[in-house]
């Protein structure tokens, strides 16, 4: 019969048996300046001035490598979010609509109680169309030219490097 901390094909420890004559074993520290790992960079006391520009420039193209992935992964899930916010807003949209136009309707049969068809449709058109009109120019007056800031950021932008240039 084998003992419990070997085993029965091979004849070696097995880990697990140990149990508690793992801590009659002699642990040995290894010094953390002889570990090498790949990819590591030794403390910044360690490495020469050009070393540590090289260094910090590494960092800096790996970080902003990490913050264009990350604006990525972001962008495509709120651009995911506002498609599905679309969606549903132009199926809304489209009953409003679909319901403002049965409004109509019903308002010129009302209308056409009173006098002919025809006028009566005539008539919710001409409103119809003097509403639609008002709101237009009140919508007209409030267009401001798009991305003014930005334009005005980048025209301060070139006149500043014009100026540092000259």
């Known amino acids: 019969m084998t003992s419990p901390s070997t085993s029965c094909s091979t004849g070696k420890d097995q ?15 290894v010094a953390p300046a002889s570990v090498t790992v790949p990819g ?19 960092e ?8 264009i992935e990350l604006a990525k992964a ?17 199926v809304a949209a489209i009953c409003a609509l679909g319901t403002f136009n049965m409004l109509l309707v019903a308002a010129a049969f009302a209308l056409a109680n009173v006098v002919p068809g ?13 509403l639609g009109g008002i709101a237009g120019a009140v919508g007209w007056k409030h267009i401001k030219s798009p991305l003014s800031r930005t334009r005005k950021s980048l025209e301060e932008d070139v006149r500043w490097v014009k100026e540092r240039a000259a």
Do not use: C, F, H, Y
């Open 15 to 29: 880990l697990l048996a140990k149990g508690n004559d793992m801590t009659n074993e002699k642990q040995t520290a």
């Open 40 to 58: 590591a960079v030794a403390p910044a006391s360690a490495l020469s001035t050009p070393q540590l520009v090289t260094e910090a420039a590494r």
């Open 118 to 130: 025809w006028a009566a449709a005539l008539i919710v058109a001409a409103v119809v169309g003097l």
């Open 60 to 67: 800096a193209i790996n970080l902003v490598k990490t913050e």
């Open 74 to 90: 972001e962008l495509k899930e709120d651009l995911k979010s506002e498609i599905t916010a679309a969606k549903g807003l132009s």
